[in-house]
């Protein structure tokens, strides 16, 4: 049977065939926007907009390792430290690495169950888990800025309770091993640079980054530069007085001159080996001296904002859960004396 097409038929059929490919084909896709637009024309036109708008959308973005690649050049911009650069690096490394596929993904498809698979694929414990979850989000904050996604999927990824551990601290003991060691070692030339983290709780980057014109023996204090510091803020503190003995001859010293001496990094752990830390039964922890600095300084002292101001802490909420326990500190007057 022959069916007769009206005009308007006739000219829809001439619209499809000049738009090329499978007449058939473009017409059953026609149908569809239709049944999507529940057969009303302006809803479907505006179906076909939002479409298309999503898709300018979705070629406007890059692969995830780009993405990182454009964070790291924008904290490098804003003169991020080379230490927190090399973490920055090493934390998107081993999300790729524990991640196959990672590298490749666009970062407009990844959603916030896909961040929170890959954190936990890449990181075991609250505090890797939280340290990395930070950087993460910093990732997606540039591509955001880029135009590269819509928002931060890391925002909806649930922030991991961390319980802090009560720290370790040196006994008597240990610190006068620990001290004379210094004294002999490199005719002394590590004794200051261990003096200003066991007795002003200096970190070790930052001891490592002092020169002696930061050092005030005239007023009693330490300058720590902003771009020094872990947490970007300058701050003093305070040479009491057995740091003040270890320092003695300071003064002799020229402005410019690094408080640690060349090859620090080699040495300091040379001269933890001949205290006796660093073998296979006694482990030196991180940032032993500076715990220890805190410790005996609130068990002798009482005052978590005198405290709280001498280690660069913007508040005293770390303090009061990491340095409840005080049994470790012994006499710590005499430590102070």
């Not at 993405?67 to 430290?81: D, I, P």
Request: glycine residues 8%; proline residues 4%; hydrophobic residues 40%.
């Amino acid at each position: 049977m022959t069916t007769e097409l009206t005009g308007d038929e006739y000219a829809a059929l001439e619209v499809l065939r000049g738009m090329g490919g499978d007449i058939l084909e473009l017409a059953l896709v026609a149908r569809e926007a239709m049944q999507a637009g529940r057969g009303n024309e302006k809803r479907t036109r505006k179906i076909l907009e939002l479409g298309t708008e999503r898709l300018k959308q979705e070629s406007r973005t890059v692969n995830f390792s780009a993405a990182v690649e454009a964070a790291l050049e924008s904290r490098r911009a804003k003169g991020l430290r080379p230490r927190s650069i090399v973490d920055f690096r090493y934390i998107c490394k081993r999300l790729l690495k524990r991640n196959p596929g990672l590298e490749k993904r666009r970062v407009r498809s990844i959603t916030s169950e896909d961040c929170a698979q890959y954190l936990a694929a890449a990181f075991d414990t609250p505090q890797q888990y939280k340290k990395a979850r930070a950087i993460l989000s910093g990732v997606f904050s540039t591509a955001v800025k880029r135009g590269w996604c819509d928002s931060n999927p890391v925002a909806r990824v649930e922030v991991p309770v961390v319980r802090e551990k009560a720290v370790q601290v040196l006994a008597p003991q240990e610190i006068d091993r620990l001290l004379e060691t210094a004294q002999e070692h490199e005719n002394g030339a590590c004794l200051s640079a261990v003096g200003m983290m066991l007795y002003a709780g200096i970190r070790p980057q930052e001891v490592q980054r002092l020169t002696w014109g930061q050092v005030d023996l005239e007023h009693g204090s330490i300058c720590i530069l902003p771009q020094h510091s872990k947490t970007g803020g300058a701050r003093r503190v305070t040479i009491n007085p057995p740091l003040a003995r270890l320092l003695g001859d300071a003064g002799q010293h020229a402005a410019h001159e690094p408080v640690c001496p060349p090859n620090w990094l080699c040495k300091w752990r040379t001269l933890r080996r001949a205290a006796g830390w660093d073998s296979a039964s006694r482990r030196w922890t991180q940032d032993a001296l500076r715990h220890t600095f805190a410790s005996y300084h609130l068990g002798h002292f009482h005052d978590y904002t005198a405290l709280q101001w001498e280690m660069g802490y913007r508040s005293s909420a770390l303090l009061r859960t990491r340095y409840v326990d005080l049994r470790g500190v012994v006499d710590p007057q005499a430590f102070w004396e």
